[in-house]
């Protein structure tokens, strides 16, 4: 991660040796070690939960992601970029969000218990490759040379 938030996912590449690929132990310790001082700087950030009544980007890009849809009519809603109670401590919805009918604040409630749900199913399926019989004979070459 760098300064200015974005994160990049990087390797490293060395024309230093004879090898193809090679690993580094010492430089992965060192990134590992590094992530968990930015994992610590994040952790203490504070973490919010809004009201049924309130829906923002954040929200809805969970849901999205889960596979629920969803719609919030206009005349159900209004755009806000704060809370009364947020005004005090001087903070704001990140983003804005949308105050709503207790209609919609219901079916956010659901929405939201549907991505929940989804969240706990979600598994990883792996493919495993297998080689062919043309890569097991180069193989069974390679120590030959």
């Known amino acids: ?5 974005a994160e990049v ?4 590449i060395t024309n230093m040796d004879t090898s193809r690929v090679r690993t580094v132990p010492e430089l992965w310790r060192r990134v590992e070690e590094a992530k ?16 049924d009544e309130v829906v923002t980007a954040a929200i ?3 849901w999205t992601r889960y596979g629920v ?7 159900e809603c209004v755009r806000i970029s704060t809370l009364d109670a947020m ?31 989804a ?3 979600e ?15 180069i193989i069974e070459g390679l120590g030959d040379k």
């Open 60 to 62: 809805v890009q969970r």
């Open 123 to 137: 598994k990883v399926e792996v493919f495993r490759w297998e080689l062919s019989d043309r890569e097991r004979r």
């Open 69 to 75: 849809d969803w719609r919030l009519p206009k005349d």
């Open 36 to 51: 968990k001082l930015i994992v610590q700087k994040k952790e203490s950030m504070p973490k919010y939960e809004y009201p």
């Open 87 to 117: 005004k005090e401590k001087k903070k704001d919805i990140f983003g804005g969000g949308y105050l709503m009918t207790e209609r919609m604040a219901a079916s956010r409630a659901e929405a939201e218990r549907r991505a929940n749900h």
């Open 9 to 12: 996912k990087t390797s490293f």
């Open 119 to 121: 969240a706990a199913q």
């Open 1 to 5: 991660m760098y300064e200015n938030g």
